[in-house]
């Protein structure tokens, strides 16, 4: 690729960036990024944010972001309804308060560009832990392709 290199994570290449997560802070943004499929610039949400199914017979948890600005239909971006698993949401919460965010901070106050860093900075330590360079060119964007291909 012109811009860098593809990079698709199979179930232990996930685990092994978790173990060599930077900090707390970017190894629970990984795992929302993997698990509800959600890009970095989507991670500015709460508790308020998350909400449970109008149905009843249903035990799914529903997480309202606003990202990608494909259509230009407000100054927001476009809103979109992702499925959060019910365990991410009680360690996301339990993470928020062991850190002292408050509810309405959320869970990553820090900027983009900031994740962007620890994430940089978790490939480089999964690179030396597992001796692969390959984990080198992992970003961000790598955990929403491994949502969709494994979730």
Known sequence: MDKGMRVYLAPDDYKTMLDAAENREIRMAMKVMA?????????????????ES?????????????G????????????????????LFEELEEYRKIVGNSESLGYFPKTT?????????SAENAA????????????NHDFGAYFATNM
């Open 35 to 51: 698990r509800c499929g959600l890009r970095s610039n989507e991670l500015d949400f709460g508790p308020h944010d998350v909400r």
């Open 128 to 139: 030396l832990k597992t001796g692969n360079d390959d984990y080198e060119y992992v970003t």
């Open 113 to 121: 560009r900031t994740l962007s860093r620890y994430m940089k900075k």
């Open 68 to 87: 990608k600005d494909t259509k230009g239909r407000d100054t927001e971006g476009k809103r979109r309804d992702v499925w959060m698993p019910r365990d």
């Open 54 to 66: 109008t149905n009843s017979d249903v035990d799914i948890l529903f997480l309202t972001v606003y």
